[in-house]
């Protein structure tokens, strides 16, 4: 979706703020916020594509005003609320009032070194061959779905070349819907700084960008 | 009762309230286990973060097989450190040189490789970063204090999908001889995102 997460491209956010030995949590509440985030995608009631596209149905104004972890926060209220693991009234009153929902797992503390250990690898089985090679000469869509999408508005419509072939992944557009893994090539493409933004960039520019085969044509 | 004070402890914040209030709904509800929660954040503290990077990095500059491993499966390559899962599934390495200097970025969130750099600083999060990274790589790093020659070609890496990043700075001349672990201090964070190079040896025998 061309929602307020998509910015690559876009102009006067101002410079970046860089803070030396920065720490990983500037407060408690960011170590809880990030730490239930985590935990609750431990249950399996989610996807990571569903819940990315939690955090980017946020309003733009509200994305653009929320820190990291505060949009954590918001996206895991939608993604309990959607997945029916609470209701607004609890969400309110910041307690139970009714009975919990059935989840696949409840993470233990010594279960968490050998979770995350073990990951959430996106290949899958190859089931047909991939329908580009190194080399070739492809083009993205020209699309704006209104769902999760990969495809970043600045490298839409837009001629690169196939630098690798990653393999067969989970589609995010599909998973982030609920409508199953749809799992399809990925590669990663490369394009020219003035192929993407035209004669003005930087000559010494290229974009290394992995998309997915229903992104891209033969150009 | 006062409210002179931003800190006091008495006044928490809308955004402290929402979170305390949602920890507390879910422990409620029996979906998670609060020590599990204090492991988590142990772990990111403690135990995952840059130096691990900063290890791969040093051996690829001293060892040319293990190079040669972490440039064709990188994410087999840093699995021989025990280094693997969550947000490092799918490494790629991706090697300065000379001619090309490459840079990490997500325009789309914040994808890190957090199996070895740890969770990401907020600027890699931030807005600035995101948008002007894949348009205006040159002044993102005059910001970080990085002049390159005008012919090095730049690559940027945009972290679409679920395959991770790791840049290989240059081995800093002046380091013949040294210890994998001593070269491992050269390897700041920000110098396998792209947004810096490797620590001039001299700087780190001063800071010594």
Not at chain 1, 14 to 39: D, V
Not at chain 1, 90 to 107: H, Y
Not at chain 1, 179 to 194: D, I, Q, S
Not at chain 2, 107 to 125: A, D, E
């Amino acid at each position: 979706m061309n929602g307020a997460q998509d910015l690559g491209g876009q102009m006067g956010f101002g410079p970046i703020e860089i803070e030396e030995n920065e720490p990983n949590f500037h407060a408690k509440w960011e170590e809880r916020a990030f730490a239930l985030t985590l935990a609750m995608g431990m249950t399996s009631s989610w996807n990571i594509d569903t819940s990315r596209h939690a955090r980017e149905t946020l309003h733009p104004v509200d994305y653009l005003s929320s820190s990291y972890y505060e949009i954590w926060t918001k996206g895991l209220e939608k993604l309990l609320l959607n997945a029916g693991l609470v209701s607004a009234e609890e969400l309110k009153a910041g307690a139970a009032l009714g009975p919990a929902a059935p989840v696949k797992r409840i993470a233990k503390a010594e279960d968490v070194a050998t979770i995350l250990a073990k990951g959430g690898p996106a290949d899958r089985p190859q089931t047909q061959p991939a329908r580009f090679k190194v080399g070739d000469k492809v083009r993205t869509k020209r699309m704006h779905p209104e769902g999760h999408t990969r495809l970043p508005r600045y490298a839409r419509d837009c001629i690169g070349v196939i630098e690798a072939v990653h393999g067969v992944h989970v589609f995010p557009d599909s998973n982030a819907a609920g409508k199953g893994e749809a799992p399809t090539w990925l590669y990663n493409v490369t394009f020219r700084g003035t192929d993407v933004w035209g004669e003005d960039s930087d000559p010494t520019l290229t974009l290394q960008i992995d998309l997915w085969e229903p992104y891209l044509d033969l150009a | 009762m006062s409210h002179d004070h931003d800190h006091d402890h008495s006044e928490l914040s809308e955004i402290e309230l929402r979170v305390r209030a949602l920890e507390t709904l879910l422990t409620d509800k029996g979906y998670i286990d609060p020590p599990a929660l204090d492991e988590l954040i142990e772990t990111y503290e403690t135990r995952i973060g840059p130096k691990n990077g900063a290890r791969v990095v040093a051996r690829s500059w001293i060892d040319p097989e293990y190079r040669q491993r972490l440039m064709s499966d990188a994410t087999a390559a840093i699995a021989e450190f025990g280094f693997t899962g969550r947000q490092g599934e799918h490494m790629v390495a991706v090697e300065n040189t000379p001619d090309t200097h490459n840079m990490v970025v997500c325009t789309l969130c914040s994808c890190y490789p957090w199996t070895v750099l740890g969770l990401p600083p907020v600027w890699y999060k931030s807005a600035p970063y995101r948008s002007r990274t894949v348009r205006d790589p040159r002044g993102v790093l005059a910001e970080f204090g990085v002049t390159l020659p005008k012919e090095t070609q730049i690559k940027v890496w945009d972290s679409t999908a679920e395959v991770r990043y790791l840049v290989v700075p240059m081995r800093p001349a002046g380091t013949d001889g040294w210890s994998e672990d001593k070269l491992a201090e050269l390897v700041v964070r920000d110098s396998m995102i792209g947004t810096a190079l490797a620590l001039d040896p001299a700087k780190l025998e001063t800071a010594a």
